[in-house]
């Protein structure tokens, strides 16, 4: 088992209870982040409403939801016991990934911080013009690029905990909450082009992200049936439970690899469901539009259509 001196680290089984009951300590940072964060949103939602400015009630309640469940898996007893049973930090991880980060985006945060940050030159308005300038950097288009989240996102199962890099992490206080980090980051860049509630560094067609989403999934289901179907310990983090605890190593890795399996489809099928409605909106307003347009200059363009066809009926005979 490796040294977490440095970390909390419980001392009594999990209950639903004692895994979700608060527990900050020094090094639980990203739960402290959140917290920032969802502060910041509500501040500028505030500052909306005083400038008249509508906001959707579901954004916010969409990126609370997010900013409580990134907190429930990092600020909470359960993230101590993330570190001593396989199956616990699957479901951290999954929620990190792929709950919390569809949550917060679809919040749209991007958008409410370039309505409510200070416009102008001067030092106020810094903020707000290094946000854009990020939107726009090279960087923001490589990172925003299927050719790159796609891997990270495949990356981040196979090359995390099928190589001795799981290990080495989880044995760092520091290293650890760099993977947690990791996590939640890949799982906003992928996210974000996909489910195109906020400005992006790359805008995609509807069609383009309904299977950036669909390219992972298989590697996303395999990846937990073959941790379900292993034989053997996968990571050896959890190789050694407290014994009056009762677990079973290779019962929980089995349970870990089923979560990590059955999360893929309910975000998948969430996704799919928002950019299907995305796209039947955006083509009902293109055909309203384009009604409106026929409506209004319908006649005239007709007119000049059919002059057209004389003019060229007139030079054909002369």
């Excluded at 000049?304 to 007139?314: D, I």
Aim: hydrophobic residues 50%; neutral net charge; charged residues 15%.
């Amino acid at each position: 088992m490796h040294d977490h001196s440095d970390m909390w680290m419980p001392t009594d089984p999990p209950t639903w209870a004692r895994l979700f009951t608060p527990h900050l300590d020094g090094w639980s940072w990203i739960a402290g982040l959140t917290v920032l964060a969802l502060v910041a949103y509500l501040v500028g939602l505030v500052r909306l409403r005083r400038a008249g400015v509508r906001w959707p009630w579901w954004k916010t309640a969409s990126f609370t939801l997010g900013a409580v469940s990134l907190f429930a898996v990092t600020g909470t007893e359960l993230h101590g016991y993330s570190m001593v049973l396989f199956s616990v930090h699957m479901a951290q991880h999954m929620v990190l990934s792929m709950i919390s980060p569809l949550l917060l985006l679809l919040g749209s945060p991007v958008t409410m911080a370039l309505r409510t940050l200070p416009r102008g030159t001067g030092t106020a308005g810094v903020p707000r013009a290094l946000l854009l300038e990020a939107l726009h950097s090279r960087i923001a288009r490589f990172l925003s690029h299927p050719g790159f989240t796609i891997p990270l996102f495949i990356v981040s199962l196979y090359g995390v905990y099928f190589t001795p890099v799981f290990d080495d992490l989880m044995a760092d206080p520091l290293g650890h909450q760099f993977m947690l980090a990791h996590f939640t980051v890949t799982g906003l860049l992928f996210f974000g082009p996909i489910l195109g509630a906020d400005p992006w560094p790359r805008t995609v067609g509807h069609a383009g992200r309904m299977l950036e989403l669909l390219l992972p999934m298989p590697f996303h289901a395999f990846f937990g049936v073959a941790i379900m179907m292993s034989s053997s310990l996968v990571v050896q983090t959890f190789a050694n439970p407290p014994e009056s605890w009762g677990v079973d190593p290779l019962a929980d890795q089995t349970t870990a690899g089923s979560i990590a399996w059955s999360f893929g489809e309910l975000p998948t099928v969430l996704v799919l469901a928002v950019v299907f409605f995305q796209w039947a909106n955006s083509e009902g307003r293109k055909s309203k539009t384009r009604d409106r347009t026929i409506d209004r200059v319908g006649d005239a363009e007709l007119d000049a259509y059919n002059a057209r066809l004389k003019a060229m009926a007139s030079t054909r005979t002369s």
